[in-house]
C-alpha cells in the first residue's frame, strides 16, 4: 500500500519544521550573564537537541509506522511551543531565533492539518 499524499505532505512539513528548530537552537544567544551559567546554556542546548531527536522519532513512528498517538504528541507539542514562543517574545521581543520559531510553527501546524484531512483519514492506526 503506497503513502497518501497527506502524509508525505505531513512527513515532509514536520521534519522541515524540525530541521528550522534545530536551526534556532543553533542561532540562539548563548551568552553567559547572572541568570544563565554556561553549564545551563549547555544543558538547555543538549535538551532541546534531544528533544528535537525524539520528535523525528514520532514523525517517523505517524508516518511509516501510521501510529496515531505520535500525532497527537505532535500537535500537543505545537500547543505548548506557540504558548511558550508568545512569552518569548512578550520577555525579548523578536529576534532571529523567534522569526525562526513562528515559521516551524507555522509548519507544523500546516502538516498537522494534512495528516487529520484528504487521504490521510483513515492512515493512522489507533
Do not use: H
Not at 25 to 42: G, K, L
Amino acid at each position: 500500500m503506497s503513502v497518501p499524499s497527506n502524509v508525505r505532505r505531513f512527513e515532509a512539513l514536520l521534519y522541515a519544521s524540525l530541521m528550522l528548530d534545530a536551526l534556532s537552537v543553533a542561532v540562539q544567544d548563548r551568552t553567559p550573564n547572572a541568570e544563565m551559567t554556561e553549564q545551563m546554556i549547555m544543558t538547555a542546548t543538549l535538551l532541546a537537541g534531544v528533544m528535537i531527536l525524539l520528535l523525528v522519532y514520532f514523525v517517523w513512528l505517524a508516518a511509516r509506522w501510521r501510529k496515531n498517538w505520535p500525532r497527537w504528541v505532535l500537535a500537543a507539542a505545537l500547543v505548548l511551543s506557540v504558548i511558550s514562543l508568545g512569552q518569548i517574545i512578550g520577555e525579548k521581543g523578536m529576534e532571529l531565533d523567534s522569526a525562526i520559531e513562528i515559521v516551524s510553527c507555522a509548519l507544523t501546524a500546516i502538516g498537522l492539518y494534512f495528516s487529520f484531512t484528504g487521504d490521510a483519514q483513515g492512515w493512522f492506526n489507533a
